[in-house]
Structures are given as C-alpha cells and as structure tokens.
C-alpha cells in the first residue's frame, strides 16, 4: 500500500475511535452527573486550543518540534474530530441566543473553511501542475504587465504600417480590459475556458478582413491571449489557496475570543454542579 | 520552401583558453630542462600535442611569498604542482584547524537562540555585523599583481612546532593523486620562504601519464598503493574479501578515464539537442551486445545505463561512485547455466567518468564464488538494469523510476546531488513556507528559489544540492566555500569570503548567488581600498547550524517538498511513488 493511503487509512481510523470515545464519554458523563455539555465543552476548548497552535508552529520552523505536514495531519483530522464534539456538543441543534449563535456560526466557518480548504489544495494544486509554466503568484502581476506591453506594441506597429481599424476596434473593445488585469477568476476555480474560447473565436473570424502583415499580428495576439489566460489560470488557483486562509485564520482569532467569553459566561451561570 | 541558411560556427578547440599567461620559450626550455620533464622522451608525444604544447598551454608559473597556503586539506582540486625554486611544507594529518584555512566549524543554535530567530531578523535582506567582516585572523589575503588572490599564514614558525610537516623541494610534486582522482585534497601544503611553483592542469597531466611510462608508473604506483584497495571496499562486491585476494585484484585493475574532466563548462550544451544527440557526445565504456570483459566500478563521476529500444536508447539508471556494471552478465556465464550472455545493456560517461575495470579472469576466481548468497541469486533478465550500488544483482531499484525522470535527471546532471530539493508540484499549493523557513534561519535571506526545471509533475527547485563532485569548489581562493568536516555539507564562510564569483560561476547548476551586503542600519559596506561593495557568496547550507536541520522539508506542511540523495535510486523511487 503507498505511503499516503496508509496514512489516510491509519488517521481515518483513529479520527471515528476519537469521535465514538467523545460520544460514549459523554454520554456517559450526563448519565452519571447529569451536566449536559460540559465535558464535551472542555473536549472542544482543549481541540480548538491545539488546533489554532498550529499557527505556532508554522511561525518557529527552525524548532525541532515535529514536521509541518504531521501537525497538519494531527490538525485536520483533530479539526474533523473537533466538529463532531461541536455538534455533540450543541446537541445537534441550532443554539439559541444571538451570542451562542453568533459563536457557533464562527466555529462552523472556521472548521467548514478548513474543509474547502484542504479540499481545495489537494485539487488546485494538481489541476495548477497540469497547465502552463510554473510561476510564483508575486510575479504574476508583472508578467502580466509585460503581456499588455507586448500587445500594445503589436498593435503600434500595425497602426503605423496598415492603420487596420479591425484590428484596433477589436483590441480596444476586447482585449484591453482582458489585458489590464487578472481575469476571469471564478471561470478559471470552476474549469470553464468560455472566455477563452470566446476570444478565440473572435480571432478567428476577424481574419478574413485582415491583410498578410496583419494576419501575422493577429496569431502573435492570439498566443499573447494564451499566455495571459493561463497567468489568469494561475492566478486564481493561487489566489484561492491562499485565498481560503483569510477566513480560517481571522475567524480563529474571533473564535478563540468567542471561546472565552463563553466559557466565563457558563461558568458563571451554571451554578455549580446539580 | 527556401532552405534556411546553414549556420556554422567554428568549433572550440582544446588550447582556446590557454591555462595561465603565456610562459616565455625561455619558460618553457627552463621547465623542460628539470626533472621530471628533462627524463621525458619527446618523441612519444602526438605532433599535434607536444610535450612542448602541453606545457605551453595546460601549465602556468606561479610565485608564492613565504606562510602563503598552496593547497588546503580539504580542496578540490584539478592540477599538480611542481616545485621549481624554494620549498614547501606539508602539513600531516591531523592537519591545520579551520580557522587556519579560511573555514568556519558551524556552531549549532541552542533552543533559545534557534527561537529567537522569530523576531529578531532584521526587516532589510543581506545584512551583516561588520565587525566580523573586517577580518583581523591569523592568516591575512592579498591580491598579487597577477591577479591571483593568496592567503597567507602569519606566524609559520610556530606552526612548524606545533604540527607535523614534512618539506617538499626542487623538482618534487605534489596534487597528483587528488587531481587526477577529483579526490579532496589529503594535506595542507604552505610556501616556506619564496617559491616558485608550475602548476598543470588535469588534461595536461593525463597526457603525459600516457605518453610516458615511467610517469604512469609512479602516478599509477602511488595511486595502487594508497587509494585504490578503499576505493574497490566501496562496494559490496569487494567488501567482504580478505586481504591477499584484495591484493591480487589490486594489483590487476585497470583504470580508465572517459569524458570531460570540465563538465561543468560544457554541460549547458551537452543538454542541447534531442534525446540522441545527446546520447552520441557521451564517450561509451561497455556497448550492448559486447563481451563481458570484466567488471566495470565508477571510481569518480557517473554514468547511463541504456539499451537499445526499439529506434532509440532507453535509459534505465545512472551509475555514481561506487556502483559496478555488468556483474549480472558475469555471474550468469560464469555459472554456465544456459547461452553465454554478452552485455545487456551499454554504459556511457555523463560529464566524465573514472572507471575500474576488474578483468573478467579476476573475478571469475576471487569475487564470484565468494558472493553473499543474497546477492548471487536472480537470473539474468533481457534488456534489464543490472547495475546498482545496494540492492541485489537481479533486484535493481531503479527500474522504479520511469526511463523519462531518469533521463530528466541524467541529462541536467542532477545525479550529482547529494541533497536535492525536489518538489511534488501535485502536493505543493505553492504556500512559500519553505522559502519562510529558511529566512528565518538565514537572517531573513531565503537561500534558495521555489523555481526550476520539471519533469510531469516533480521540479527540481534552485537550491544547492551539496553535490557529490563540487565544481564550485575548484578555484576558491581563500578556502571560504568548503565541507562541513564529518557532515559533508558544502558551506561557504560568510567571513573569508572575498566575493571573486568563482564559485557561483563555476557552479552549473546556477545554485549560488552573489550578494551587496549592508550594515545593520541597511547601508551598503564598501571595501576600504577598491571602492567597491562588499560582495559575498551565499547558497543553501542545509542548515548546518539549526538544530532540526534543514528547515524547508520540516516546514512543508503538504508533504511535498524533500531534499533527496540522488545516487540512492530507491529512496528517489520511494518518495515518488508515495
Ligand atoms: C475548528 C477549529 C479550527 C481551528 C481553530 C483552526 C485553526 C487554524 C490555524 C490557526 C491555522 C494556521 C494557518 C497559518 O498560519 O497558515 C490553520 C491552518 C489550516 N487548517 Fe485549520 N483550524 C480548524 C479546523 C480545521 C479543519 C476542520 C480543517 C480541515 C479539515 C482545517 C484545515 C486547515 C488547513 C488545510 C490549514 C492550512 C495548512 C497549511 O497550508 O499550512 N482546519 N487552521
């Protein structure tokens, strides 16, 4: 068996043994003290306290304290396990009060944006090897600069030899936005090319006006789209993995604030054990 | 269609860069008047490759003041030196402490100063203490009129007390063995009181080894006698034999030499061209097909295993040091089961290659029917790899790896790695913690690029990989890019460092790069005398000085990124195939 099934199957494994032992304690626990909630609370404050330390970790990376990738391991499957507390937590119900629901919205976002998150990795990261040139997000801008530059030189030099309006109206109403910047973005998340063929088709059928020198210019065009339109490919896969971290992580803060205001709040109102 | 234009160039010729400034014929008869070279008998030298012309082109004078390093342990080197006028000490081991030679013993962080690391960087890239760059040691480095960089040792009397030298004088040599070996460098030799030395490189030194008998006996001799029994024990072929078969085997391996001992100069243009063109420029060992006359061990350098496929050549691994060829096909004849079998498969030299050729006889009678019993099984298959350093002779790891990878690697020379940093672009979501890691460990400079060549889905990133033969380490002048003593990493000390851009130019794998360094309030420093920045050579140290080692693998979250020994086929198999 290769190495990262094994590893899946192993981690699978202890994740539903950790949430049935969450589920027998607790019930256990209510059963003998009759105190709804505060085992599995403690359960949740201890994962969610562990789980955010993993923002430690990643900070001291010089620390011989284990690698990234078995905290990682240790944080999905942890934050797997902390969802399943949760809902045991909140008695699979929807919380009353705005605070508690305002609270449990946080911990969902949270533990539901890791979820897309890793999903997202695991896919983007395949589907960014399969097309176009390795390039580094920071630089994408600038190649993109370059493109609109060497697009607009083409279109210079066709205005100064065969002042081809065909050439320059479809530039300016087509391509010059697409230039500008990083486009199509949800198209590129979700696999659709229509912008791309669109364009292509445009081209296509804006030749039969063109004369040769044009024409030329014109399949230059075409492979300057191409390129932009993987840097935009690029782009937005990046984007979305780094993207999805801006929520995890604020959203942990707030959580963790959340957290203990909570627990201050239950312990001041619980009254002590009945 | 019009024909393109036929392009032509004219071919580099093997004296187009002359080894030093042109030696004066007065030179030349001075040299050719003293021992060796006086004993030599010029006739057995090729009309178009005189002794005369080798000393012309492939040696140059140098002059040497008194404490001045020669040589340091350690260096790797390319050329031999012989004494003219004066004399020179060799230090035996244990040999001169780092600091001496211009090298710095890495001190491992504690847990705090690793730690500390966090918040205490500074916010500009590159910056230095300077105190520590304007450099008060005992050995001081000057530039000659020549342009030549030397480092000198202050007080040579006291070093002559306190260890063990030895004086070399007139006509005496020295460096032959690591030369023609790319071995290290066994000894640290300095100048005592002025010198003059003539120092040839390799290619000048290999043809006169051939050329004259007695010359090749002594070299051959000297080589026999020190080195050539450990470097047979590499192998687990040899390893477990006694002493007198040891010696006999000794005593009648061949050894030859293939390629170009400068790869690295050529090799942006060997990895021009197509799959076969390729092929054809590497020098063949053994072809398919041929009789098995013995069998073939890498000494130095490497080599592709291939075999015809169909139109073209499939490469199915690539030998490094230690590694045997073509047991698999001795073993088989030698046991007499079935057809005789000839090589199954051809060897070529990649860059260059030393090889050792045991003849078949020899091994028929001291290796064979003293194998481990694991290792003799497996029977011989068509068209397979039989050439591995580790796992059985039937059982060869790399056939694990697709012929495409091991061709990727074979062709960018990136068999020479001993820690590689590969990445597995389906694992990375391109997160940058590696290059933070390793910021944080380097003041803020990441040491390395997440950029580079690919095959499918695995990249080859820009980060040094401690090569197995260090090219980048032929020419420093002041010892300051060397090996980690024990480790074996290749580090470069920050504080001896002149910035000449040997290395980095030398290196073909464009892992070094050349930095301006600045003060602690972000200004340039300039050197005192030129005028010039402060330039200092920087690569990847592999984290010498961290606790947890290199930090770019412990920092990747995703599994994706390893730093891999490339002459271990299997791990390279394993990592892939996770
Ligand atoms: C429920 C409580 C959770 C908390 C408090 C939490 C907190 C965090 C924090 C603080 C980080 C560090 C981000 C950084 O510094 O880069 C992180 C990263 C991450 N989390 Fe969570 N997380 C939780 C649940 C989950 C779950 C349920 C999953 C997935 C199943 C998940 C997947 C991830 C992933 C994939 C990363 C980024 C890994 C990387 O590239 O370094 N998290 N999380």
Redesign the interface.
């Known amino acids: 068996m ?3 099934v094994r590893r899946r199957l192993v981690n699978v494994t202890f994740a539903i043994l950790a949430a049935l032992l969450v589920v027998v304690s607790s019930t256990v626990y209510v059963t003998a003290i009759n105190q709804n909630g505060f085992l599995t609370g403690w359960i949740l404050f201890g994962l969610v306290l562990a789980l955010s330390g993993y923002r430690i970790r ?8 284990g ?3 078995s ?2 391991q240790a944080h999905v499957y942890g934050g797997l396990i902390a969802l399943f507390a949760f809902f045991v937590h909140v008695g699979w119900r929807v919380p009353d009060g705005v605070f508690e629901g305002v609270f449990a919205s946080v911990f969902l976002l949270v533990a539901f944006s890791g979820v897309v998150g890793i999903v997202i ?1 695991r896919i ?3 589907r ?2 399969r097309r176009g040139e ?1 390039v ?2 920071e630089r994408i801008p600038g190649f993109m600069v370059r493109l609109r530059e060497q697009a607009e030189e083409i279109l210079l030099a066709s205005a100064g030899e065969t002042g081809s309006a065909v050439l320059r109206e479809f530039y300016f109403s087509r391509l010059s936005s697409f230039f500008a910047g990083p486009r199509n973005w949800l198209g590129h998340l979700v696999s659709s090319n229509r912008t791309l063929y669109k364009l292509q088709n445009e081209m296509d059928s804006l030749e039969r006006y063109l004369n040769a020198d044009d024409r030329e210019r014109l399949t230059e065009l075409r492979y300057l789209v191409e390129r932009k339109d993987e840097l935009d490919f690029a782009y937005a896969l ?1 984007g979305a ?2 993207f999805w971290l801006f929520i995890h992580v604020p959203l942990t803060v707030a959580l963790l604030i959340g957290m203990l205001v909570h627990t201050v709040l239950v312990h001041a109102f619980s009254g002590g054990l009945s | 269609m019009a024909e393109a234009p036929q392009r032509s160039i004219r071919r580099p010729n093997r004296w187009d860069q002359p080894f030093g400034p042109d030696l004066t014929d007065a030179d030349i008869e001075r040299i050719l008047a003293m021992a060796p070279f006086d004993g030599m008998d010029q006739s057995r030298f090729a009309p178009s490759a005189t002794l005369r012309d080798i000393i012309r082109n492939d040696a140059r004078l140098l002059s040497f003041e008194s404490g001045d390093l020669i040589v340091r342990a350690g260096d790797h080197g390319t050329s031999t030196f012989f004494v003219m006028a004066g004399t020179v000490r060799v230090v035996l081991p244990p040999g001169l402490p780092n600091t001496l030679l211009g090298r710095a013993q890495p001190q491992q962080k504690t847990v705090w100063q690793s730690l500390a690391q966090v918040w205490s960087r500074p916010k500009l890239p590159e910056v230095r203490d300077i105190a520590k760059l304007d450099l008060k040691t005992a050995t001081d480095t000057r530039v000659t009129q020549q342009g030549e960089t030397r480092t000198r040792i202050t007080d040579i009397d006291d070093i002559c007390e306190r260890y063990k030298t030895v004086t070399l004088g007139e006509t005496e040599m020295f460096g032959e063995i690591a030369a023609l070996t790319r071995a290290p460098r066994t000894s640290t030799i300095f100048a005592q009181g002025r010198v003059e030395l003539l120092e040839i490189r390799r290619p000048g030194i290999r043809d006169i080894r051939n050329r004259v008998a007695s010359f090749k006996e002594h070299i051959d001799g000297l080589y026999r006698q020190r080195s050539l029994e450990a470097h047979l024990r590499e192998s687990w072929v040899f390893k477990h034999l006694d002493n007198e078969a040891m010696s006999r085997i000794v005593a009648l391996t061949l050894f030859e030499t293939y390629g170009n001992f400068d790869w690295q100069a050529s090799f942006m243009r060997a990895a021009e061209g197509t799959p076969a063109e390729r092929l054809e420029k590497e020098p063949v060992i053994a072809r398919e097909g041929d009789y098995p006359d013995g069998l073939l061990m890498v000494r130095a350098g490497f080599a592709r295993v291939s075999h015809e496929y169909d139109h073209g050549h499939k490469t199915t691994s690539y030998l490094g040091a230690g590694a045997v060829f073509g047991l698999e096909e001795l073993l088989h004849n030698w046991r007499g089961e079935g057809e005789p079998v000839q090589l199954k498969n051809s060897l070529r030299a990649v860059g260059y290659s030393d090889i050792l050729r045991v003849p078949t006889h020899v091994i028929e009678q001291y290796v064979l029917p003293t194998l481990p019993e694991h290792r003799a099984a497996g029977s011989i298959k068509p068209a397979v790899p039989q050439a591995d350093s580790q796992a059985s002779t039937a059982d060869p790891a790399t056939s694990d790896l697709a012929p495409e990878v091991v061709e990727f690697l074979v062709d960018n020379r990136y068999i020479n790695g001993s820690q590689t940093m590969l990445i597995n672009l389906d694992r990375c979501v391109r997160c940058d913690a590696c290059s933070e890691a390793c910021a944080v460990g380097h003041n803020n400079n990441p040491r390395f690029n997440r950029h580079g060549r690919r095959i499918q889905s695995l990249m080859v990133a820009n980060a040094c990989m401690h090569c197995l033969d260090p090219v980048c380490m032929l020419g420093c002048p002041t010892g300051a890019i060397h090996r980690v003593e024990g480790s074996g990493e290749v580090v470069v000390n920050d504080d001896t460092c002149i910035g000449c851009a040997t290395c980095a130019n030398n290196c073909p794998y464009d892992n070094i790069r050349m930095v301006e360094v600045r003060d602690a309030e972000g200004r340039f420093i300039f050197d005192e005398i030129t005028g010039q920045p402060v330039v200092k050579s920087t690569k990847c140290d592999l984290c010498v000085d961290q606790i947890g080692g290199p930090a770019c693998q412990r920092a990747c979250p995703h599994d994706a990124l390893a730093r891999v020994d490339l002459s271990d086929t299997a791990a390279l198999a394993k990592w892939m195939g996770r």
């Open positions: 290769k190495g990262f990643k900070k001291v990376s010089t620390l011989p304290i690698r990234a990738s905290w990682l990795n983007f990261a395949r960014l090897t390795e580094i997000f990046q993995m780094k």
